[in-house]
């Protein structure tokens, strides 16, 4: 199937074509259609997958008809975080080149100024984070009742950030018999209950897993002690095959300080995270796509969505705390069909969180240069009855922080950074869970197995640097 059968206007065509496109992806043969016939859609689907086109692409032949008043835009994308919704924008602009649309951009830590002089003058796309648009509604600077068309972009991570009451709000502004979109990597009963009660009869499209299941990602875990991880970190970084990589840390003071000492030992080394301005978050964006800086130290912050070309290689300096950043971290390589590598640097501590990615995967990731650890390998879990970390079954964890939080119970970074509605990092960056009881583990593999409920990932038995 080519992008001529999906029925878009021959000016949407040239734009794909001089993006490079030869077919479309799954979600954007089966979405594309139904979006023009003004369906209502459930796209469970995650970036990676082509989904921001499958959306957008429609959307401006669907806007191509009719014009834009003031004050109220003719069509509205919810994006979770400013940088989504930054790169939506750049689709919006990329796509409909051969189109004279017009979009106004509503992210917290830019001057609401501009924002508010471009929808003074009509937009036919409102892009928006819903703190900055919830901002802007009560302060009457938008109607939405002229809105036919509503995306709500990334649901499950609206969800962890506590946005959902907002959009409940943001649904009930807007047209009744308006069509609504609405995209999900997973569909939690949360999502599900707000998808019942404000789409009418979608369709739903499910894609899989790009990052969990993408074998052009070279996945491996990298056995370390935690004093020497940085030591470990360099030492990759320095061998032949890192181009360009993304080294994620859980912690702001982690990105902070292992750029600082990357710099120091002479790596070309940036960083983003939650506590930079959003101008300083794109200059190294930036930096780092023009290849000005070939690493970068990045927080959960930059783990979502985030789609730069070419990145040869992820690390996870820190296992991440909830298996599903797992996922969404590894996807910032192996994208638009190329390979990509991904090495988690895991210490004996971080046995609990590594069996909880292997679980959710459903894949046992192969220590670095040696046989699968922690289960069978990708093709005998694929064969077993139960995923390899089951027997790892790791002990009770803490509910998700965001899940169905409301936001009065966002972690105090939120409130001292009251200028950062859209900070996503509230999840990711707060305190980790309590750490295993035993901070100083014995050697012996018996009396390892102690402390954890269930037998244990293998490497644990082996001595770091055996
Ligand atoms: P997304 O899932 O929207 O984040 O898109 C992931 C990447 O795939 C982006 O770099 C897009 O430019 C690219 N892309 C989208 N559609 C296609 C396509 N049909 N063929 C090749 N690349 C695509």
């Known amino acids: ?61 669907i806007l191509a008809q009719g014009r834009s008043r003031a004050r109220m835009p003719r069509s509205l994308i919810l994006e979770p975080t400013r940088e989504l919704a930054a790169q939506v924008a750049e689709n919006f602009e990329k796509y409909g080149k051969y189109h004279k649309l017009s979009m106004a951009l509503l992210i917290g830590g830019v001057s609401m100024g501009d924002q508010m002089a471009a ?92 990052a969990s299941s993408n074998a052009l990602i070279d996945q491996r875990l990298l056995k370390v002690d935690a004093r020497k991880k940085k030591d470990a970190l360099r030492d990759r970084l320095r ?28 790596f070309r080394a940036g960083q ?62 192996g994208r638009a069909g190329r390979t990509g590598v991904a090495i988690t640097l895991a210490t004996p501590d971080d046995a ?27 093709t005998e879990a694929d064969t077993a009855a139960s995923p390899p970390a089951a027997k790892g079954e790791p002990r009770e964890r803490k509910p998700r922080g965001g899940r169905g939080r409301a936001k009065s119970d966002a972690p105090p970074e939120k409130a001292v950074q009251s200028h950062l509605p859209e900070e996503p990092s509230r999840k990711a960056e707060r305190k980790p869970r309590p750490a295993p009881e035993r901070r100083h583990r014995s050697e012996t593999p018996e009396q390892e197995e102690e402390g954890w409920n269930g037998p244990i990932p293998s490497f644990l038995a082996q001595k770091v640097g055996d």
């Open 119 to 210: 929808l003074e003058k009509g937009v036919d796309v409102l892009i928006a984070t819903p703190g900055r648009l919830m901002d802007l509604f009560g302060r009457g600077k938008i109607l939405l009742t002229g809105c036919n068309l509503l995306v709500i972009d990334e649901a499950d991570r609206m969800l962890d950030m506590g946005f959902i009451p907002d959009i409940e709000e943001i649904c009930t502004k807007l047209p009744a018999n308006r069509q609504t979109l609405l995209f999900s990597a997973t569909m939690p009963p949360p999502i599900k209950k707000l998808a019942d009660k404000f789409l009418s009869n979608p369709k739903t499209i499910e894609v899989s897993r790009p």
């Open 1 to 61: 199937m080519t992008f001529a059968d999906l029925g878009l206007s021959d000016e949407l065509l040239r734009a794909v074509t001089e993006s490079g496109y030869d077919e479309p992806t799954p979600i954007q043969r089966q979405a594309i259609p139904s979006v023009l016939m003004n369906r209502d859609l459930i796209g469970i689907a995650q970036t990676g997958t082509g989904k921001t086109a499958s959306f957008v692409l429609p959307m401006i032949d």
């Open 239 to 266: 061998s032949d095959e890192v181009k360009t990589a993304i080294v994620f840390c859980n912690r702001k003071t982690t990105v902070r300080e292992l750029a600082t000492s990357l710099k120091r030992a002479g």
């Open 352 to 378: 609990e969180a590594v069996a909880a990615i292997q679980k959710l995967t459903g894949l046992a990731i192969p220590a670095f240069d040696g046989p699968a650890l922690g289960g069978p390998t990708a």
């Open 272 to 333: 983003i995270h939650g506590d930079m301005e959003q101008a300083e978050r794109i200059r190294e964006l930036d930096r780092f796509k023009a290849e000005e800086i070939n690493i970068l130290i990045a927080s959960d912050v930059a783990a979502r969505g985030l789609d730069i070309k070419g990145v040869s290689h992820v690390f996870n300096f820190d296992v991440p705390w909830h298996p599903d950043d797992y996922v969404h971290r590894i996807g910032r390589t």
